[in-house]
């Protein structure tokens, strides 16, 4: 059995903007999901999926993906996870030269499913890690994110971007423009986390932010502003002792463009009502910086505390479901049990 792990993120600047070719930095964090394989002397592939989502429903599910799963969830939460984990097969069989290898798989996962903090990505890359080296090939990390992206662009209708994919297999802080994609040095970030509890329309919200920008030359300027956030971000963070934790003074300045960043993203119409509570809920409490994460219109916000004051708060603000603290994650996939 082959057991592998690879992280969710946050985006810590620069969503919406990428789309139009500025940076962005998200960064991986410690909630991760983990994927188990064995191979089967058939080609079958049989999944078991439990804890998929924090909305407190659990999914059992047995059986050959491409059947009906009998399960008393959203349907759309088990189609979009199989279509993944199938997604996941289709790219380990082809690395592997491997096109009826069979697996059992268990998937287990600590991240919302369609929240915005890359659960997809993070089943994706666990899973074709896990699968290839069950296989005795396993892939080089470049190689991995690849694949992951290819699988995700697959399942997504050519709509995912390389950030989720790349920074789950890399781990830490990551910059990405246009197609290219590295790892940048961070310190320790003290993430905190408030989610909606639901998600917003990832290719609605881009196509929205879009119009707007073809419409309104103010719109086109913010997203050119977002670009120089990132870039003062990106200065910031280069300026930070790498795995330390860094100061209050320094946290203050980063929270500061995080706020910006907010603030530019609600101008273009992506915010919501729950994720402008939690924002203010965190800031309130102390953060040095709060906004939200991914696409908007709901999902997560991402606030920087060093203390439990913001993640208190948050459990207490009622647009918020689930609040909780999700550190830096430094490593990126990993394997859990060869
Ligand atoms: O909501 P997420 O985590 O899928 O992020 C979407 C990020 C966007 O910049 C809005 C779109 C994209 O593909 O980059």
């Not at 666990?126 to 699988?151: F, H, Q, S, V, W």
């Not at 795995?243 to 300045?253: H, I």
């Not at 995080?258 to 509570?277: C, K």
């Amino acid at each position: 059995m082959t057991v592998c792990s690879a992280p969710g993120k946050v985006y810590l600047f620069g969503e919406h903007a990428v789309v139009y070719g500025e940076p962005a930095v998200p960064c991986a964090i410690e909630r991760r999901a983990t994927v188990e394989v064995q191979p089967r002397e058939d080609d079958h592939v049989r999944v078991r999926a439990d804890d998929l989502s924090l909305n407190g429903f659990t999914v059992e599910y047995e059986g050959r993906t491409g059947d009906d799963p009998d399960v008393d969830v959203p349907r759309p939460l088990v189609e979009a996870a199989m279509g993944y984990i199938d997604a996941a097969v289709r790219q380990a069989r082809a690395a592997a030269e491997e096109p009826a290898a069979g697996f059992d798989i268990t998937v287990r996962s600590e991240i919302p499913l369609g929240g915005g903090l890359g659960s997809s990505a993070a089943v994706v890359v666990a899973g074709i890690d896990a699968a290839t080296r069950a296989l005795g090939e396993p892939l080089e990390k470049g190689e991995l994110a690849n694949r992951a992206y290819r699988a995700e662009f697959e399942v997504q209708d050519g709509q995912a971007s390389r950030a989720d994919t790349f920074c789950s297999t890399m781990g830490g802080a990551v910059r990405v423009e246009g197609d290219d994609c590295r790892t940048i040095e961070a310190p320790n970030l003290p993430f905190v986390i408030g989610f909606d509890g639901g998600a917003g329309e990832t290719g609605e919200l881009v196509s929205g932010v879009r119009e707007l920008r073809d419409r309104y030359d103010f719109a086109a300027d913010t997203l050119a502003t977002i670009g120089d956030v990132v870039r003062d971000g990106e200065a910031l963070l280069s300026e930070a002792i790498p795995e330390t934790d860094p100061s209050p003074e320094w946290l203050a300045e980063l929270g500061e463009l995080m706020d910006f960043n907010h603030g530019l993203l609600s101008a273009l119409g992506v915010s919501a009502r729950s994720l402008d509570e939690m924002v203010w809920a965190a800031r309130e409490a102390g953060a040095h910086g709060a906004k939200l994460t991914g696409a908007g219109g709901g999902g997560c916000i991402v606030a920087l505390d060093e203390s439990s004051e913001s993640r208190t708060a948050l459990e207490f603000t009622p647009g918020c479901q689930r609040a909780f603290r999700a550190e830096l994650a430094t490593e990126g996939v990993r394997v859990e049990e060869a």
